[in-house]
Structure formats: C-alpha cells, structure tokens
C-alpha cells in the first residue's frame, strides 16, 4: 500500500519563474492538504482541496494556487518565485474532509536563487 | 502570541531517561491534538493523537492533555539514541469544518550514549 507520494523530491528554480509540485494520496483517501516548512519552523498550512474544490486556505497570497484532480491527486502551484518561496513543501492526506489523522509525504525542496 | 508554542530546544537526555516535551496552544477551540515526530531532512511521521483531557498511553510514548490549561505534552520513556529528532506539536479546530493543522515551531530532542 504506497502511502502519499509527492514528485518531484528536489527543485532549483531563479526568482520569477513558475513552478508545480505534485501529489498522490494515500489509498483510500480523498483529501490533500498542503504546508510549507521552512528551515527551523513548523510546516504552515497553504490550503486543503476535497473533491476538487479549495476547502480551506492559509495566509498564504494568491500566488499560491492548486488543484485537485478526479483521482484524487493534487499539485501545487507557485507563480512569481521569491527567495522567500525556498522550503520543504509537503503533501499530507486524509480519509475524510474532518477526519483526524493527516499522512505526510516526504515532501518537495524548494530553492529559489 | 504564537497560536502553538514550544521550546525550540535541543532538550538532551541521557540514554534510558524520561524525556519531557512540552506545548501550549491559544486557540481554546482546539479539539485535537497531536504529536509528530521529524528527523532531519525527513517528512512529519504522526507518533501520537489525544482528543480529550488525561493520558494516552503508546508503548514508551505518553500524551498528556489539559484543556483548561491550554497544555499538551509528551513524554518518551526509556529514551533511546534513535529518538533524537524534532518533535512538532500540532493542534486542530473541528469546529467548522476542514482539518487544517496549526504546528509549533518544533523541539530538538537530543539523546545521548
């Protein structure tokens, strides 16, 4: 049973450019969340997406955007990089949109030069 | 004031003692808590949950709740090399829908031979 899978695991963008992480739920979960995790903090929630539409979202601006597809699978997009952008982006997933218990994937390293 | 504190640590404990995380949150609507333990460069692995006042017992780990107290910690008996990692405290709100998780900024547990 895989559990959450995100791709790619490492990214080197410059500022100004655009740039999408993916994402694959755990088996028999139908609700993504998405964090950004800088060096030495807690992750921070961007947003949430069940069945297909953003449920919740953070203080995060609308350069941060995302999708949900039909299969349950997720990506993120980040448009107009700033060095500030560079983190561990991490997917996590849950059977429910109220249910508990969130699976992280291994995240996605973000560096933005 | 951060909506979930901890000490950012590094807590050091020799092998075979107890250690002793700790967590406030703000937000008195909180309704569930949980633990998450990250090793360097890796992604949160959820190690324990506890939703209502008391303890909650997991092999060597012990969740401690106190919601009057807006307090929530961790205890890991018999602590081992193997435990040295942060340990991200995370709360939510059910209340309203979504299951956003709001972390602390982490603790540095460090055990040592």
């Keep these: 049973d895989a559990g959450v899978t995100q791709s790619p695991t490492h990214l080197i963008k410059t500022r100004g450019q655009q740039v999408t992480l993916r994402c694959s739920p755990k088996s028999g979960h139908d609700t993504v969340s998405w964090y950004q995790q800088a060096l030495g903090q807690g992750p921070q929630f961007i947003f949430q997406y ?6 919740q979202r953070g203080n995060f601006p609308d350069r941060f955007s995302g999708h949900q597809f039909p299969n349950y699978s997720s990506e993120l997009n980040v448009n107009a990089l700033l060095l500030g952008d560079s983190a561990l982006y991490l997917c996590a997933s849950s059977p429910g949109l109220a249910k508990n218990i969130q699976y992280f994937g ?3 390293r973000l560096s933005v030069l | 004031q951060k909506e979930v504190e901890q000490n950012s640590g590094p807590l050091s404990v020799p092998e075979g003692a107890i250690a002793s995380l700790n967590c406030t949150y703000s937000d008195r609507g909180s309704q569930s808590f949980f633990w998450y333990r990250q090793y360097s460069g890796k992604s949160p692995e959820l190690i324990m949950s506890i939703y209502s006042n008391g ?6 780990f012990t969740a401690q709740l106190n919601k009057a107290s807006q307090y929530v910690s961790l205890l890991i008996r018999d602590s081992q090399p193997s435990d040295s990692a942060t340990y991200l405290c995370a709360v939510k709100r059910t209340a309203g829908g979504g299951n956003k998780l709001t972390f602390g900024t982490g603790t540095q547990l460090k055990v040592e031979l």
């Design chain 2, 55 to 60: 303890d909650k017992e997991d092999g060597r």
């Design chain 1, 50 to 55: 069940y069945e297909e539409e953003e449920r």
């Design chain 1, 106 to 108: 291994a995240g996605t």
